[in-house]
C-alpha cells in the first residue's frame, strides 16, 4: 500500500512558504485548546495552518502629486505564533480490537501482504498494522490491527490512549475474541471490557458498525465459550462468525462478508462540525474595543489596532497623520464619539497615550 505524504504550510506574506511534509491521516490540534485545526486525510490535501504577517510599505506606497518623496514608511507586521500538536491518526476500513494474542496479527498476516510481529505473549504489536484485503471476487479494502486493546484502556493503562484514537477512523470494527479457552480467560468477560473500554473513549466508538469474531475454534477446548459468545453476539443483534485465522477457516467467507457490508456504510467524519477549523486566517481582522479606564481616559484594544500602532513612527509627522487618518478609517474616532469622550480627554493604544481634540 502507498504511503502517501500530504501537506501543511505556514505562509510568509510576499516570501517563501513553509511546508510541512506529513504522513496521510494526520490531525493537527491546537496544543493550548485542544481544538481541531485540520485533518490531512484526503489525497493530495494542503492546508494553510499559519498566515504570515503582513508585509511593510515603502515610501513610495505613500506618494502623491503633491508628495513625492515622503519621507516615512510602515515596518512589516510581525508574524502570529502558535503551538500545534500533530496526531496520527490511521486510516482503515476496518479496525481489529480485542485482547492482546485475541489473533489480530494472524489474521491479518493471511489475508493481506502485511507481516506483523507475531508471538505468544501481550502486546506483541506496538504500533497498528495497515494491509489491503483483496477478496477472491475482486473486491479490495484496508485494514488495520490495532494493538491490544486492555480493561483501563480510556485511562491509558497499557497501551491504551495511544492507540484507541486509530480507531475513529474506521468504518468497521473486527472484535475479535479468543474462545480457544487455552489462556484461562472467558469470551463473554472479554466482549464487554473490550465494549466497555470503547464506549468510555468514545460514543462513536461503541456505535461503529461492529462484527463478532470467534477465533481459534481450532484449537477450542470448551465449546460453551463459543456458544455464550454467540448468544451474547445475537442479544447485542451483532453478527457473528467464527473462524480461524491460523488454518483459515471461514476467513474467505468473513472477508468476501465485510466488502459488501463497506459498501453501505458511508466514510466516517470523526469530528464534529464544531470541532473543526479554528483558525479563520483571514486577511483583515478590524474588531476593537473601547473601554472607559478612568473619568477621563479611554483604552483602545484590538487585532488592528495595535498592529497599526507597532508599524508607524509616532515622532514623525506624517507617519502620525497617517495613522490617525488610519484609526478614523476603522471607525475609532467615531466609536470614542459614541462612548462619550471630550476634548482634552486622554486616548490609551497598547503605551501610548493621547489627548482627544474634537
Same mark, same amino acid.
Given at each position: 500500500m502507498e504511503n502517501q505524504v500530504l501537506e501543511i504550510v505556514v505562509s510568509e506574506?510576499?516570501?517563501?512558504?513553509?511546508v510541512?511534509?506529513?504522513?496521510?491521516?494526520?490531525?493537527?490540534k491546537d496544543f493550548e485548546t485542544g481544538r481541531i485545526i485540520c485533518d490531512l486525510s484526503e489525497d493530495g490535501q494542503k492546508e494553510l495552518v499559519l498566515r504570515g504577517g503582513r508585509g511593510g510599505k515603502g515610501n513610495v506606497h505613500f506618494a502623491t502629486s503633491t508628495r513625492q518623496v515622503p519621507d516615512f514608511a510602515i515596518d512589516g507586521e510581525k508574524g502570529k505564533e502558535i503551538e500545534v500538536v500533530l496526531e496520527l491518526k490511521s486510516i482503515a476500513d476496518v479496525g481489529l480490537?480485542?485482547?492482546?494474542n485475541?489473533?489480530?496479527s494472524t489474521l491479518l498476516s493471511v489475508v493481506t501482504s502485511a507481516t506483523p510481529k507475531i508471538a505468544d505473549y501481550p502486546f506483541t504489536t506496538l504500533d497498528p498494522n495497515l494491509g489491503v484485503v483483496k477478496t477472491k471476487s475482486g473486491e479490495s479494502f484496508i485494514i488495520a490491527d490495532i494493538p491490544g486493546i486492555i480493561e483501563g484502556a480510556s485511562e491509558g493503562v497499557g497501551l491504551g490512549l495511544k492507540f484507541l484514537r486509530h480507531v475513529e477512523r474506521t468504518r468497521l470494527l473486527f472484535h475479535m475474541i479468543d474462545v480457544s479457552g487455552l489462556n484461562g480467560r472467558d469470551a463473554v468477560q472479554d466482549f464487554e471490557q473490550? %465494549?466497555? +473500554?470503547?464506549?468510555? !473513549?468514545?460514543?462513536?466508538?461503541? =456505535?461503529k458498525k461492529q462484527i463478532v469474531v470467534a477465533n481459534k475454534i481450532d484449537i477450542m477446548q470448551d465449546r460453551k465459550q463459543l456458544e455464550n459468545l454467540k448468544k451474547k453476539a445475537e442479544e447485542k443483534k451483532l453478527e457473528f462468525f467464527e473462524i480461524s485465522g491460523a488454518t483459515r477457516y471461514g476467513v474467505d467467507?468473513?472477508?468476501e462478508h465485510v466488502a459488501k457490508v463497506l459498501k453501505t456504510?458511508?466514510?466516517?467524519?470523526?469530528?464534529? %462540525?464544531? +470541532?473543526?477549523?479554528? !483558525?479563520?486566517?483571514?486577511?483583515? =481582522?478590524?474588531?476593537?474595543t473601547i473601554e472607559k479606564t478612568g473619568e477621563h481616559e479611554y483604552y483602545v484594544s484590538g487585532p488592528d489596532i495595535e498592529n497599526l500602532m507597532r508599524r508607524v513612527n509616532i515622532a514623525d509627522h506624517e507617519s502620525f497623520a497617517y495613522m490617525q487618518k488610519m484609526l478614523k478609517k476603522l471607525g475609532v474616532e467615531d466609536a470614542l464619539r459614541e462612548k462619550g469622550v471630550c476634548e482634552g480627554d486622554t486616548i490609551r493604544i497598547l503605551d501610548w497615550h493621547f489627548e482627544y481634540y474634537m
Amino acid at each position: 500500500m502507498e504511503n502517501q505524504v500530504l501537506e501543511i504550510v505556514v505562509s510568509e506574506k510576499n516570501g517563501k512558504d513553509l511546508v510541512l511534509k506529513v504522513p496521510k491521516g494526520t490531525v493537527i490540534k491546537d496544543f493550548e485548546t485542544g481544538r481541531i485545526i485540520c485533518d490531512l486525510s484526503e489525497d493530495g490535501q494542503k492546508e494553510l495552518v499559519l498566515r504570515g504577517g503582513r508585509g511593510g510599505k515603502g515610501n513610495v506606497h505613500f506618494a502623491t502629486s503633491t508628495r513625492q518623496v515622503p519621507d516615512f514608511a510602515i515596518d512589516g507586521e510581525k508574524g502570529k505564533e502558535i503551538e500545534v500538536v500533530l496526531e496520527l491518526k490511521s486510516i482503515a476500513d476496518v479496525g481489529l480490537v480485542g485482547f492482546p494474542n485475541a489473533g489480530k496479527s494472524t489474521l491479518l498476516s493471511v489475508v493481506t501482504s502485511a507481516t506483523p510481529k507475531i508471538a505468544d505473549y501481550p502486546f506483541t504489536t506496538l504500533d497498528p498494522n495497515l494491509g489491503v484485503v483483496k477478496t477472491k471476487s475482486g473486491e479490495s479494502f484496508i485494514i488495520a490491527d490495532i494493538p491490544g486493546i486492555i480493561e483501563g484502556a480510556s485511562e491509558g493503562v497499557g497501551l491504551g490512549l495511544k492507540f484507541l484514537r486509530h480507531v475513529e477512523r474506521t468504518r468497521l470494527l473486527f472484535h475479535m475474541i479468543d474462545v480457544s479457552g487455552l489462556n484461562g480467560r472467558d469470551a463473554v468477560q472479554d466482549f464487554e471490557q473490550i %465494549n466497555n +473500554e470503547l464506549e468510555k !473513549y468514545s460514543d462513536k466508538l461503541i =456505535n461503529k458498525k461492529q462484527i463478532v469474531v470467534a477465533n481459534k475454534i481450532d484449537i477450542m477446548q470448551d465449546r460453551k465459550q463459543l456458544e455464550n459468545l454467540k448468544k451474547k453476539a445475537e442479544e447485542k443483534k451483532l453478527e457473528f462468525f467464527e473462524i480461524s485465522g491460523a488454518t483459515r477457516y471461514g476467513v474467505d467467507e468473513l472477508m468476501e462478508h465485510v466488502a459488501k457490508v463497506l459498501k453501505t456504510l458511508p466514510k466516517e467524519d470523526i469530528f464534529d %462540525n464544531d +470541532e473543526k477549523m479554528v !483558525y479563520t486566517l483571514d486577511d483583515d =481582522n478590524t474588531g476593537f474595543t473601547i473601554e472607559k479606564t478612568g473619568e477621563h481616559e479611554y483604552y483602545v484594544s484590538g487585532p488592528d489596532i495595535e498592529n497599526l500602532m507597532r508599524r508607524v513612527n509616532i515622532a514623525d509627522h506624517e507617519s502620525f497623520a497617517y495613522m490617525q487618518k488610519m484609526l478614523k478609517k476603522l471607525g475609532v474616532e467615531d466609536a470614542l464619539r459614541e462612548k462619550g469622550v471630550c476634548e482634552g480627554d486622554t486616548i490609551r493604544i497598547l503605551d501610548w497615550h493621547f489627548e482627544y481634540y474634537m
